[in-house]
């Protein structure tokens, strides 16, 4: 046999499909810093985001697909990357985040589904990725990262600038309402002052560079939706619901919105699937179960995933960490980082159409 190639190297590694984008990882350009010393061989597979589903299984097709058609490869080294890419871009008036690459929305039709509490582990979920991550909480009447989080202090501002520093908590950039009003004091404001408040949560806190920022929104379509919308490219949409038909009504609402001012919907969240009973270890459908699925199908959007109702869940959010990492090992646990990774996929996905779209566009 001859000495090992680095076009041997790559053609064997085109057996290995990509399933949401149907090319193989050559192709998609995954595959880069391919080095060969004598019989070994190593190179990087550097994925859209570091959150991947998928990512074990390259790895694993990739050593297979080489030792088999290169079997004088004696050591082989697969080295896992990600680069997160640049988000789908909604039409907007301007841009209040240009430093953040994915602004994902996580929404609700009506109150009382868990939104904010699928946004906080979704973003505890990214960063234990190794993801850049912020979380700007924009219900605005019922701001709860403080607490969720864990975090008392106030955000730190340079009087210079005029600019707020975001709350570094858990590994993820947070800033809230909550960091700046009394506790006990309600927010009573007319639509106006709701959306001037966002905008400046958005363009007078000084946001790092990020490579996800997960914005947990109000329930409903009003002013806070509207102007995150027109303010910011939204990579897409988390919609979050119960399976119970009340909330399934106004999930489908919110969902219709946000395709109607062209934001893309990364898809639907089941929460409160399912309830095990920790004394007979019973399962109750307290909510029913299947509705978020039977409404994706529907309404042609993806289904990310069903979260069951766990008591660990509320203790952990009371407590100011979220179950991903008060019990890291726990089913709900492993439901909430399933869910961040399919949602980075298809925000990827998203994203790539975005750019296939634009690149088909006709040249003036």
Known sequence: MGAITESQVLEALKKVEDPDFHKDIVTLGFVQDVKIEGDAVSFRIVLTTPACPVRERFKTQAEAAVREALPQVKALNVIMDAQVVQGARAPLIENLLPQVKNVIAVASGKGGVGKSTVAANLAAALAETGARVGLLDADIYGPSMGLMLGVTERPKVDEAEQKMYPVKTHGIEVMSLAFLLDPDTPVIWRGPMVMKALEQLLKDVAWPELDYMIVDLPPGTGDAQLTLT???PLSGVVIVTTPNEVALIDARKG????????????????????????????????????GGERTARETGVPFLGEIPLDPSVRMAGDGGRPVVLAAP?????????????????????????????EEQQPQA
């Open 230 to 232: 027109q303010k910011v």
């Open 255 to 290: 969902l219709a919105m946000f395709q109607k001012v062209k934001v893309p919907v990364l898809g639907i969240v089941e929460n409160m699937s399912w309830f095990v009973c920790p004394h007979c270890q019973g399962v109750s459908d307290i909510f029913s179960r299947g």
């Open 329 to 357: 090992t726990s089913s709900v646990a492993k439901a909430f980082r399933d869910l961040a990774g399919s949602m980075a996929q298809q925000a990827s996905i998203a994203a790539a159409r975005a750019s296939d779209k």
